[in-house]
Every structure is written in C-alpha cells, then in structure tokens.
C-alpha cells in the first residue's frame, strides 16, 4: 500500500474554536502513516499586534491562544506520535516553545522537541530605512511612517527544514499559510524544487485546509440557499495525500458541516485572484485543470493540479502606525427614536467641529441606513420605517491623535444626560490602528534560520 500523510487543520484564525482539535486528534489516531495536526493562526495584521506585545514583555508576543488550543492535546498527540507544525509562534516563536515546554512540565509529559523557524522578521537583518523607501505592490508611500513590523512570507521548503531536525513541534512566525502542509508534504515524500505539479499540489492542499471549518461548511452556509448540517458541531478538514500529490479532504466521522464539491470549489477560489498563476514562495500553482470528484459522503479527491517556477522575488508585509479609530454608539427606541438618533449624531458632529476637528465622521443609524446603502436616507425608505422601532447610533472616526479619537468617544457618552431624550446603551472605545503594505524582496536578502528546543530553559 503506496505511503499516505494524513494532516488535520485544529484552526483558521486566530480565536477559531479551541475545541476543534480535539476530534482531529481522534481522527489521527486511527489513521496509518505520518500523522499532522496544524494550526494556522496568523492574520497579516495579528503578527503586528505581536510585535507589539513583545516589545511591552520579551516572553510574549506569541498567539495569545496558544494555552486554549494545546493544553488539552499534548499528552494524545506525544502518545500517537501525531506532529505539531503552527504559526502560533508569531512575532516570537522561542517564547512560544519555553510556553509549550512549561505545559508539558506541568502535565507530567516527556519535553518535546521543538523546532523554531525565524528568519521571517526581516528588521532582523535589512534596515528600517530600504524597507520604507521600497515601492509597494499597492503604489502607497510608506515614507514617513513608524514601522510596527516587518515579516516575509517563508515557504514550504523552510517548514521541511525544520521538520528534518526530528521535531515533535515545529514553530513558525510569518509564512505562507499553506507552507504549513506543505512542509510536512516536501518531508515526507522527498518532493524535489524540480516536481513542480506536486509542489502545485501540495500547495493547493494546504491552501483548501488553511481556514479551518471553511472548507467543511462553516463560512458557506446560507440557510435555504446552502445548507450545512449540525453546523454548531462542524468537524475541521484532515486530508489524505499520497505521492503523486493528489489528495482527499475529509472531516472526522460524528461530527457537524459538510464537505461538497461546492465548499471545496469556494474555499479553492478564497483569495486567489488568478487561478492559473497562485504565487506561493516554493511554486507557482494552476488550477484551471484541477479536478474535484467526490468519492463518498464528506470525501472529496482533488488531483490535475499544475505547476510551474515561483516568483524570483518573495513578499513582505509591512505593517506601520495607522492613527487612532473611535467607535461611539448609543441606542434611541420607542416614538420618534429615528429622529433622537439623528439629533444626537448632529449634536456631536456640531461640537466636534467646533472643536477644531476637520476629519470625516461617519454616521451610521442601524435600522434605518448605515453604509451598506452610503449612508443615505431616502424619502422613500423613511416614509417606510416605523415612527416607534429600536434605532441604534453608531459614529466613528480615524484621526492621527488619541486625543481626537478620544474626544469623539466622550462626546457621544456625554449625550446620556446632555442630549436628547431616553438615549441609552452606550458603547465606544478607542484603538491603536495598523496600515499594511506588501514589498517584494530578493530571494537572496532574505535569511531564515532553524533552531531547535530540546528541553525548557532552565
């Protein structure tokens, strides 16, 4: 029988369900062959917010998550022998194995081996300066601005590398969220930089895992227009992958979702904006010959995927100080709550103005207009809305200044007492803010490194 990896997906983003794992795990255990269960956490803004963390405390700066989706696992998969491989390990995946090794401590298992994957925060080795002076694949300026990070997305191939210490857990911070099966993939088979199509393949399999329960019906469902059974007890995708490259994806038996020929074909087109060209740091994937058949319930084969050479350049997000956004809401109901909600949005805007303030405020009256519609009223949607519903004002803004932001906050809480009648409800903060923007980088600037954590620190 021809060698078959099985990989299971616990996560899509970071804050995805935390129980996911668990029937993944059960799943694994039954399975023959290498056995992986990844977790893939990593937005392009999460690891900004990472760095940050870091710089307050030098042990953070790792998911946040990263207790309430391992913690329950550890001993099941160190038993199975199943292998962790997960960008929880952020803007600090060292922290992140020390945090792991400590879990383990306290539950009474044998130390992992953990394999750390750095190299991806390139303000590590190329100067703030070349990074914003660099033209962006989206023509804005970056001149001028505060850097919060700066992090290349790895490939596949690194993720191997990593793997081939003998690893029990590999950490990563930014790669491609499809290197994470990838990787696993390049290890177990041997794949060549040459084998092209499989690299396709095994980059196309990763990218259908990657956001979890998507790929099972969460994200699709649509009641009447796409069902998705048992929807609260969704199983997460495992595939099975042999060494041609073609794979099925699957979900553990018992549990919730669906996996169709249509949640596959949905999540294959998520965020690809050429199906014949996906660029990812190890190949660059076709799949407009792909093939999607299913085999059984909840058993879909994917093969024909096709591949040629990567990109000469690899990607870097580069996040920078974006201003302060202020969020302020305050509910009107009961006779003549439209016109309440109005009044009260009026009177901020008024005292803002005169307070100097020059930046747009948007306005929004959920259960009468918002943006969706661009914020305006019609004669004849008014004439239509009930003279005694639930409205609810929602403004905000995005200034240079906390002060500002903060200034819009209190403004709209001040209408408790000082604006119109029976308004209530009120909710509002102020948050920091991030801008992003993509560089492209030679190969040969780039330098990732592998370390491995055998043992905690003492």
Known sequence: MSKIVHIGNGAG?????????????????????????MFEVLAERTIASAQKAKAANPEAGFSPYLDHYVTDILGDIQQAGITLVSNMGAANPEAAARRIHELAAEQGLKPFKIAVLAGDDVR????????????????????????????????????????????????????????LVLGPLIHEFG???????????????????????????????????KDVPDLAHVGFPVTEVTADGSFVITKP??????????????????????PSRYLVPDVTADVTQMTVTQDASNRIRVAGVKGSLPPETLKITVCVEGGWLAEAEMSYCGANGLARAELAGHVVKTRMAESGCNQEIRMDVFGAYSALD????????????????????????????????????????????????AGGGFRGSVTEQMSSASVLMPRAAIEPHVSVRDVPAG
């Open 191 to 225: 794949w060549a930089e040459d084998e092209l199509d499989k690299l396709a393949a095994g980059t196309i399999c990763g990218h259908l895992l990657e956001c979890g329960g998507q790929v099972s019906g969460t994200y699709f469902a649509d009641p009447g227009f």
């Open 13 to 37: 983003f970071s804050g995805d369900r935390f129980d996911a794992a668990q029937a993944l795990v059960q799943h694994l255990k039954s399975c023959d062959g290498p056995r992986y269960l």
């Open 253 to 274: 038996e018992g549990t919730g979702g669906l996996i169709s020929p249509a949640t596959v074909t949905e999540q294959l087109l998520y965020e690809m904006h050429d």
């Open 374 to 421: 661009g914020g305006i009223l019609t004669d004849e949607r008014r004439a239509s809305l009930r003279f005694d519903d639930d409205y609810r004002l929602r403004l905000s803004l995005v200034s240079e200044t906390r002060a500002t932001a903060q200034k819009l906050h209190d403004e709209l809480q001040s209408l408790y007492c000082s604006g119109p009648a």
């Open 124 to 179: 590590e080795y190329l100067d703030d300066d070349a990074l914003l002076a660099a033209e962006t694949m989206e023509g804005t300026s970056l001149a001028g601005r505060t850097i919060c990070s700066a992090n290349v997305y790895l490939g596949g191939r690194h993720v191997a590398a990593a793997l081939a210490t003998g690893a029990d857990i590999v950490l990563v911070g930014r790669t491609t969220d499809s290197a």
